[in-house]
């Protein structure tokens, strides 16, 4: 008996952490060059994904202090969503189809520059998918616990995605 609770030693069970490994990002985007600007995928599930970006000093956005300005952070936020989006259709057998943020009514940044070398996590959950394609994800930005920004972003992955951008350019 172990005590006070009265479960026995037997009745106790080991439960292994299951650890995922997931592709590299570039295998997940379309993003390449300087404008990748996630570093990896940590976590995943059917409508959440979190992801991990480094404030790089040296990168095209960043400022004399070598932050990046928050404004950046709605494309964080869509790569983000980019990744989940790739993941699950590879846990499905497929692709993922090409798509396009549409935008935001409600990005808040809680900070006006993400700092120089900062390991920022970024959280994404669907909270919206329809036949036609368009979607909409809950989003974060934490750093050290501390949330520097949040929004609902909107998106769209037309079925004929070429058809799509010709047709954007030709109105």
Same mark, same amino acid.
């Given at each position: 008996?172990?005590? @006070?609770?009265g479960t026995?030693?037997s009745d106790m069970?080991?439960i292994?952490?299951h650890?995922? /490994?997931?592709p590299?990002?570039?295998e997940?985007i379309p #993003?390449?060059?300087? *404008?990748?600007l996630?570093?990896? /995928?940590?976590?995943c599930?059917?409508?959440?994904l979190t992801?991990?970006?480094? &404030?790089?000093? !040296?990168?095209?956005?960043?400022d004399e202090?070598?932050?990046?300005p928050?404004?950046?952070g709605?494309?964080? *936020?869509?790569?983000? /969503?980019a990744a989940h989006?790739a993941?699950i259709a590879?846990?499905?057998?497929?692709r993922?189809r090409?798509g396009?943020?549409?935008g935001?009514?409600s990005?808040?940044a #809680?900070?006006?520059?993400?700092a120089?070398?900062?390991?920022? =996590?970024?959280?994404?959950?669907? &909270?919206?998918?329809?036949?036609e !394609?368009?979607?909409a994800y809950e989003?974060?930005? =934490? #750093?050290?616990?501390?949330r520097?920004? =949040?929004? /609902?972003?909107?998106?769209?992955?037309p079925h004929d995605? @070429?058809t799509?951008?010709?047709?954007s350019?030709s109105?």
């Open positions: 008996m172990n005590g @006070q609770h026995t030693d069970t080991c292994e952490e650890i995922e /490994v997931f590299p990002i570039d997940l #993003h390449r060059g300087t *404008m990748l996630m570093d990896d /995928v940590t976590s599930s059917d409508d959440t992801a991990r970006a480094t &404030v790089r000093a !040296g990168a095209w956005y960043a202090r070598g932050a990046m928050a404004w950046i709605i494309e964080l *936020m869509a790569q983000g /969503v989006v993941l590879m846990r499905a057998g497929g993922a090409p396009v943020l549409l935001t009514r990005y808040q #809680h900070v006006s520059a993400f120089r070398d900062a390991r920022l =996590d970024i959280g994404v959950r669907e &909270v919206l998918r329809s036949e !394609g368009h979607g989003c974060t930005i =934490d #750093h050290g616990g501390e520097y920004a =949040d929004a /609902v972003i909107k998106i769209y992955q995605f @070429q799509f951008i010709e047709g350019f109105s």
